[in-house]
Nanobody, 117 residues
């Protein structure tokens, strides 16, 4: 299963970026979709979650600045990031998760976001 992220890049502090992730249709039918990030020298951490029926949750770093959304018909999940700070610099990963009897966990290759003046 291949998830593919896009939309990363270099942005100035206070700027915005929109990340997108696409994958197979069966993923978007049932899976919870997550965005994680991993800063240099740090562990990968959860940023935002959206369930198959559209319920969202955000970690503290994302609240008020980031918005996660999904389009199950287009097989995409997006992360709109506003008011970016240098501390948001990281590789951002798309993740698909489903737990039914067993846990199914798929990752994208990551997209680099750099916030710098």
């Amino acid at each position: 299963v291949r998830l593919v992220e896009s939309g990363g890049g270099l942005v100035q502090p206070g700027g915005s970026l929109r990340l997108s992730c696409t994958g197979p249709a069966f993923i978007f039918d049932r899976y919870t979709m997550n965005w994680y990030r991993q800063a240099p020298g740090k562990q990968r951490v959860l940023v935002a979650t959206i369930t198959a029926d559209g319920r969202t949750t955000y970690e503290d770093v994302a609240k008020g600045r980031f918005t996660i959304s999904r389009d199950n018909a287009e097989n995409t999940v997006d992360l709109q990031m506003n008011n970016l700070e240098p501390e948001d610099t990281a590789v951002y990963y798309c993740n698909a998760y489903l737990a039914i009897l067993s846990a199914y966990n798929y990752w994208g290759q990551g997209t680099q976001v750099t916030v710098s003046s």
